[in-house]
């Protein structure tokens, strides 16, 4: 997968060449002294747009290939859970303790603190690159990391504490409560570990270093995996809980010495734009309470769903996670587009330069966009095939397939909008500011969920709460591209979207994405064989999407070819040499 590149019009872009651009150990790519210097708002003359698509494809390249071996690890650990304790009471009990990690997961590594820290490390390196006096990188590490991690800290032990009254108040339905509160304080342990490997890949992250941080739930799955069949038989599924700790231990362990090498190093990040324009502005304590409120109430969906789960027979919270854990990862392959182009949205509002930041994220919504519906599709047209083949081993029986696949299906539905939200909430928050905008849209959408799927889990179970889910969150995703249109003049926000176009531009991959299910599901329907059935279907979708984006003219097509060809003249200049 790609990453779009900047579109400035640039002569010969197709044909520039590579020389004086190299790739560090680290993943990043290092511009020469004399392209870092180019002042803010020219960076785009000759060289620097190539010099952006190639450090963008190569850096998307690489965190490709990390969350998707995370990904498959990440199966792997979703197979071995399965396998060695089904999708019976005491897999529910340990989900319901995992609620907490994912959340964290989400607040600490994802959408919270990396939302916050990036801009401010962002500012802090325009600053060093301007050669202020001092480091201004190492003093926003001293002066934010001690009192994190003390509230880390005091969080896990909060957590372990009222482990009984969480688990109360999560999953009231559960018949015997006791194995999920041990559950629960196995992995509080794991907040504290979580928030530390935030900062990092938050700080790696902002200096354009994306190969630790993309390591991170590679190291994560491999502990859970690894404490489940060396601890299973004698603790039973806590063996899983226990995993959670260690594998948020190791996602520190595998960022620390690339952070080490950066803080040590005073040289200049690598950038397209000068920093001239750049002013100091900390981290201020109601920009990370914007962001982590925003954060904590989009993941309340997934206490609202397993309130309502819990409802009903044993085994439907299980149902309902095997189904989101397989439908999220076209999300999670769609949203590396951010991952990699958050801090160089996050340094073009520093430099000033707000067009580029604008054109940036609305080429990454189209791209995301097109990723995550080709996934869609393929999801909903391949269902059973894709839940039989992962898990119909063990205790995972034939009926639990059938119910897992009808819930995904539904699920599904939602995952355009998962990736807008996810796209578009840092938008508001790449310029260092805080905004009370993206909670108050979220709080309607937990509203509608919550509403909906009260009203519907009664009649249609499982496949009622995740229709609610999809509903909420689509309402959430249409709001927040509401709030960013340019008609907004007096918005103190970064980035203001040209809407209209945008919306143009994704009602396309949507049209493609309906013709496209209906040929999977027609193609994965011919074959008895889960595999062949599977494999069909995928290519169906595929060849859909290959032949009908370019032919209407999708923007993320094009583009995506561009990148692929400037990687691919890369790595065959590399050889040649």
């Given at each position: 997968m790609t990453v779009v590149p900047s579109q400035s019009p640039v002569p010969g872009s197709d044909t520039d060449t590579d020389a004086g651009t190299d790739t560090d150990t680290d993943g990043a790519v290092a511009v020469p002294a004399a392209r870092a210097a180019t002042p803010a708002g020219h960076g785009t003359g000759p060289g620097s747009a190539p010099a952006?698509?190639?450090?963008?494809?190569?850096?998307?390249?690489?965190?490709?290939?990390?969350?998707?071996a995370g990904s498959l690890l990440g199966l792997v650990r979703d197979q071995s859970l399965a396998r060695l304790f089904g999708a019976g009471s005491d897999t529910d009990a340990f989900l319901v303790a995992w609620t907490v990690p994912e959340i964290a997961a989400t607040l600490l590594i994802e959408d919270g603190l990396a939302i916050a820290l990036i801009p401010a490390f962002s500012m802090a390196l325009a600053r060093r690159a301007r050669g202020e006096p001092g480091d201004p990188v190492r003093a926003l590490v001293a002066a934010t990391l001690p009192r994190l991690c003390?509230?880390?800290?005091?969080?896990?032990?909060?957590?372990?504490?009222?482990a009984p009254f969480l688990v109360q108040v999560l999953a009231p339905g559960l018949p015997d409560p006791r194995l999920a509160v041990?559950?629960?304080?196995?992995?509080?342990?794991?907040?504290?570990?979580?928030?530390?490997?935030?900062?990092?890949?938050?700080?790696?992250?902002?200096?354009?270093?994306?190969?630790?941080?993309?390591?991170?739930?590679?190291?994560?799955?491999?502990?859970?995996?690894?404490?489940?069949?060396?601890?299973?038989?004698?603790?039973?599924?806590?063996?899983?809980?226990?995993?959670?700790?260690?594998?948020?231990?190791?996602?520190?362990?595998?960022?620390?010495?690339?952070?080490?090498?950066?803080?040590?190093?005073?040289?200049?990040?690598?950038?397209?734009?000068?920093?001239?324009?750049?002013?100091?502005?900390?981290v201020r304590l109601v920009l990370i309470a914007a962001v982590l409120l925003f954060a904590l109430c989009r993941q309340s969906q997934v206490l609202v769903e397993r309130f309502l789960a819990s409802s009903l027979p044993s085994g439907a919270i299980s149902h309902l996670n095997y189904a989101q854990k397989v439908a999220q990862i076209p999300m999670t392959l769609s949203l590396m587009v951010c991952t990699v182009t958050f801090p160089v949205v996050a340094r073009a509002l520093a430099d000033g330069d707000t067009e580029r930041a604008r054109d940036?994220?609305?080429r990454d919504l189209v791209l995301s966009s097109c990723v995550v519906l080709t996934g869609m599709a393929a999801v909903i047209a391949c269902a059973p095939q894709m839940i039989e083949l992962l898990f119909q081993r063990g205790a995972f029986t034939a009926d639990d397939t059938v119910a897992t696949s009808d819930v995904m299906r539904v699920y599904a539905l939602g995952l355009l909008g998962q990736t807008l939200v996810g796209t578009l909430v840092r938008s508001y928050f790449s310029a260092g500011r805080p905004s009370w905008y993206p909670l108050a849209v979220m709080g309607a959408g937990i509203a509608a969920t919550s509403v909906i799927g009260a009203v519907a889990v009664r009649p249609w179970g499982v496949a009622g709460i995740a229709a609610a889910n999809a509903f909420g969150i689509t309402v959430t995703a249409a709001l927040l591209l509401?709030?960013?249109?340019?008609?907004?003049?007096?918005?103190?926000?970064?980035?203001?979207?040209?809407?209209?176009?945008?919306?143009?531009?994704?009602?396309?991959?949507?049209?493609?994405?309906?013709?496209?299910?209906?040929?999977?599901?027609?193609?994965?329907?011919?074959?008895?064989?889960?595999?062949a059935g599977l494999a069909a279907g995928v290519l169906s979708v595929t060849g859909v999407f290959a032949v009908l984006c370019p032919a209407l003219g999708v923007q993320g097509s094009a583009s995506a070819v561009r990148s692929v060809r400037t990687v691919t003249r890369r790595l065959t200049h590399g050889r040649s040499r």
């Amino acid at each position: 997968m790609t990453v779009v590149p900047s579109q400035s019009p640039v002569p010969g872009s197709d044909t520039d060449t590579d020389a004086g651009t190299d790739t560090d150990t680290d993943g990043a790519v290092a511009v020469p002294a004399a392209r870092a210097a180019t002042p803010a708002g020219h960076g785009t003359g000759p060289g620097s747009a190539p010099a952006s698509r190639k450090f963008l494809a190569r850096a998307a390249l690489v965190t490709a290939a990390l969350s998707i071996a995370g990904s498959l690890l990440g199966l792997v650990r979703d197979q071995s859970l399965a396998r060695l304790f089904g999708a019976g009471s005491d897999t529910d009990a340990f989900l319901v303790a995992w609620t907490v990690p994912e959340i964290a997961a989400t607040l600490l590594i994802e959408d919270g603190l990396a939302i916050a820290l990036i801009p401010a490390f962002s500012m802090a390196l325009a600053r060093r690159a301007r050669g202020e006096p001092g480091d201004p990188v190492r003093a926003l590490v001293a002066a934010t990391l001690p009192r994190l991690c003390l509230a880390f800290a005091a969080t896990a032990a909060l957590v372990a504490a009222a482990a009984p009254f969480l688990v109360q108040v999560l999953a009231p339905g559960l018949p015997d409560p006791r194995l999920a509160v041990d559950c629960t304080r196995l992995t509080a342990i794991s907040l504290l570990a979580f928030g530390i490997a935030g900062y990092c890949s938050a700080a790696l992250r902002a200096h354009r270093r994306f190969v630790a941080p993309g390591a991170i739930y590679v190291a994560y799955n491999t502990g859970i995996i690894a404490a489940m069949f060396l601890l299973g038989r004698t603790w039973g599924v806590r063996a899983a809980a226990a995993g959670v700790a260690v594998g948020g231990c190791l996602m520190v362990l595998v960022q620390l010495p690339s952070l080490c090498r950066q803080l040590a190093s005073r040289a200049p990040a690598a950038v397209e734009g000068a920093a001239g324009d750049a002013r100091e502005r900390p981290v201020r304590l109601v920009l990370i309470a914007a962001v982590l409120l925003f954060a904590l109430c989009r993941q309340s969906q997934v206490l609202v769903e397993r309130f309502l789960a819990s409802s009903l027979p044993s085994g439907a919270i299980s149902h309902l996670n095997y189904a989101q854990k397989v439908a999220q990862i076209p999300m999670t392959l769609s949203l590396m587009v951010c991952t990699v182009t958050f801090p160089v949205v996050a340094r073009a509002l520093a430099d000033g330069d707000t067009e580029r930041a604008r054109d940036r994220v609305e080429r990454d919504l189209v791209l995301s966009s097109c990723v995550v519906l080709t996934g869609m599709a393929a999801v909903i047209a391949c269902a059973p095939q894709m839940i039989e083949l992962l898990f119909q081993r063990g205790a995972f029986t034939a009926d639990d397939t059938v119910a897992t696949s009808d819930v995904m299906r539904v699920y599904a539905l939602g995952l355009l909008g998962q990736t807008l939200v996810g796209t578009l909430v840092r938008s508001y928050f790449s310029a260092g500011r805080p905004s009370w905008y993206p909670l108050a849209v979220m709080g309607a959408g937990i509203a509608a969920t919550s509403v909906i799927g009260a009203v519907a889990v009664r009649p249609w179970g499982v496949a009622g709460i995740a229709a609610a889910n999809a509903f909420g969150i689509t309402v959430t995703a249409a709001l927040l591209l509401t709030g960013l249109r340019t008609s907004r003049r007096d918005s103190p926000r970064g980035v203001r979207l040209r809407v209209r176009p945008v919306l143009a531009e994704l009602s396309r991959p949507v049209l493609v994405a309906v013709v496209a299910t209906g040929a999977g599901a027609f193609a994965a329907s011919r074959f008895a064989s889960p595999a062949a059935g599977l494999a069909a279907g995928v290519l169906s979708v595929t060849g859909v999407f290959a032949v009908l984006c370019p032919a209407l003219g999708v923007q993320g097509s094009a583009s995506a070819v561009r990148s692929v060809r400037t990687v691919t003249r890369r790595l065959t200049h590399g050889r040649s040499r």
